[in-house]
């Protein structure tokens, strides 16, 4: 069966801290991950991961994939409370069938 | 990436009746799918709309439940058919554009909620 597992599941760290998000994946027909931040309804895209060991930047947000080890973690450094949203990872399978993880919360306390 | 826009955002409707959801793009886009995020729970891939030919549903979705039209490469409707209070949840449209391009950007969202 695919699946997609983010951890932790939910996290609470102070203003300015460093977090890492962890995506492990088992899909067949591996074609890309993303990873999406969702505040209210609609997830916005942050990243497309295709190619092992290159790191995608955007401001403090950071993001690596793994093939071999089938995983991906997302980096935020310096965090601030606009950071507050719950993070997804996504596998993009065969014609483009997105397969999610479940999320993480990430809570940003000033 | 694209502007899309669904209608309605949110409504409340009672259990065996039928809500249309829209789903516009500002441009041509080659894929669009619909989702599903149910309360607490991550998304759900409901089916692929093809323009000029039926969607193709992922296992556990049927067609008479969840009939979807795709008449062009800017829109799509989605109906939630003879609803019950499972059907509450959160219906997104995404679009992506082919071409070797995985990159997908979803709409606002319609938050449904069955009475």
């Known amino acids: 069966e695919d699946k997609v597992v983010q951890s932790p599941l939910s996290l609470v760290v102070h203003e300015g801290d460093t977090v890492t998000l962890n995506c492990s994946y088992e899909?067949?027909?591996?074609?890309?991950l993303l990873w999406y931040k969702q505040e209210k309804k609609a997830p916005t895209f942050l990243f497309m991961l295709t190619s092992s060991g290159i790191e995608k930047k955007s401001g403090r947000l950071s993001s690596i994939l793994d093939k071999k080890e089938l995983f991906s973690i997302l980096n935020i450094t310096a965090t601030q409370t606009g950071d507050s949203a719950i993070y997804l990872c996504?596998?993009?399978?065969?014609?483009?069938?997105?397969?999610f993880g479940q999320g993480t919360r990430l809570t940003i306390n000033p | 990436s694209a502007v899309i826009s669904q209608k309605p955002s949110r409504d409340i409707c009672q259990r065996g009746t039928s809500l249309t959801i829209q789903c516009q793009v500002d441009?041509?886009?080659?894929?669009m799918f619909w989702y599903r995020q149910q309360p607490g729970q991550s998304l759900t891939l409901i089916a692929t709309?093809?323009?000029?030919?039926?969607?193709?549903?992922e296992s556990g979705f049927v067609i008479d439940k969840f009939p979807i039209s795709r008449p062009n490469l800017t829109f799509s409707t989605l109906t939630v058919s003879n609803m019950s209070p499972e059907d509450s949840s959160i219906y997104l449209c995404s679009v992506g554009f082919g071409a070797g391009s995985y990159e997908q950007y979803f709409g606002p969202g319609t938050r449904l909620t069955v009475t």
């Open positions: 441009s041509q886009v080659t894929m």
């Open positions: 899909v067949t027909n591996f074609r890309s």
């Open positions: 709309a093809n323009q000029g030919s039926e969607a193709t549903y």
């Open positions: 996504a596998v993009v399978q065969g014609a483009q069938k997105l397969v």
